[in-house]
């Protein structure tokens, strides 16, 4: 099936993704893949997922071995999620995402942009009962507008985190 295009293709650093390198700073999203109609590109420890359309559990389930990969990589992982495109999933992958989030203690961050009001209360609503129920998540995942808001925060708390090793 023919991954419908979403008029912006960009890796993580902002550089076009069909770029090799960007001058200024070198490789760009070096590993990139569609995983169903989302796109997925690495870039060292950060991880841009673009979903279009709802995600599916299997897709869900495959983008977090890649998220998982780059755990194991690199000792930490800043997850920026592009949420322009997409809808709420099904209830069992939804599950699926809060027993992974709730298993994860080196997300450095979880950053979303550009979702809906309803894919932010969902979340909301997630993220108290979780609380409730003395399951709190390990981190709790911030909300901007734009990919450029997104970026500017991993920047931030990349100066503000200690080193991994």
Known sequence: MAVPPTG?????????????????????????????????????????????GVPEHEHVIEIHRRLDRVLAEHGRLFVINDMRHTGIPSTETRRWIAEWARRQ???????????????RM???????????????????????????????IVDDLRRKLPAVK
């Open 105 to 119: 203690h080196t997300v450095a961050a979880l950053i979303n942009f550009g979702a809906s009001l309803p894919i």
């Open 122 to 152: 969902a979340q909301g609503l997630l993220m108290r009962a979780s609380s409730l129920l003395g399951r709190p998540f390990p981190v709790v995942p911030i909300n901007c507008t734009t990919e450029a808001e997104a970026l500017a």
């Open 8 to 52: 912006d293709d960009r890796g993580p650093r902002g550089a076009s993704v069909d770029r090799r390198c960007d001058r200024r700073r070198g490789p760009v999203a070096r590993d990139r893949k569609i995983i169903g109609t989302h796109r997925v590109h690495v870039d060292g420890d950060v991880v841009l997922t673009r979903y279009i």
